[in-house]
């Protein structure tokens, strides 16, 4: 399926959390080769999602100037959008590439469960991050 460019752009977009989420984490060596199995899931994607898009490098390599600039300046918007951009135009230049990055933010995405619960009785439900507590009047 071929997508248009504001298709691609809201990719990135959603995309984007992932991103700052791993550069924050791995900082300059976001690109190297090194596994690390204790990252979260949302580490983990962007990370996948910035070695496609850049490769991999080995340390002490330099990093592309847009993940330098977003590294240095973490609150920084302007670098945010340039990192973005050169992403976007990436992917709307190599189909493949753009087939690979949606299949990994496609495996990254949470699952929601949202039981549906009926009690006429206090009611205590627990999963994963979340905690239901509900009194019964």
Do not use: C, W
């Not at 590294?71 to 990436?90: K, N, S, T």
Request: aromatic residues 4%.
């Amino acid at each position: 399926m071929r997508m248009t460019t504001g298709e691609i752009a809201t990719l990135v977009t959603d995309a984007t959390p992932y991103l700052t989420a791993a550069l924050a984490a791995y900082g300059g060596a976001v690109l190297t080769k090194v596994r690390d199995d204790a990252a979260d899931a949302t580490v983990g994607v962007g990370r996948r999602l910035l070695q496609r898009v850049f490769g991999r490098k080995e340390n002490g390599e330099a990093l592309p100037i847009p993940l330098a600039d977003v590294i240095g300046a973490p609150g920084d918007d302007d670098a945010l959008g340039a990192l973005r951009l050169v992403i976007r135009r990436e992917l709307e230049t190599d189909a493949e590439m753009l087939a690979e990055v949606r299949e990994i933010l496609a495996a990254g995405q949470a699952t929601v469960h949202a039981p549906t619960i009926h009690s006429g009785r206090d009611t205590y439900y627990s999963g994963r991050d979340m905690t239901i507590n509900h009194r019964a009047e």
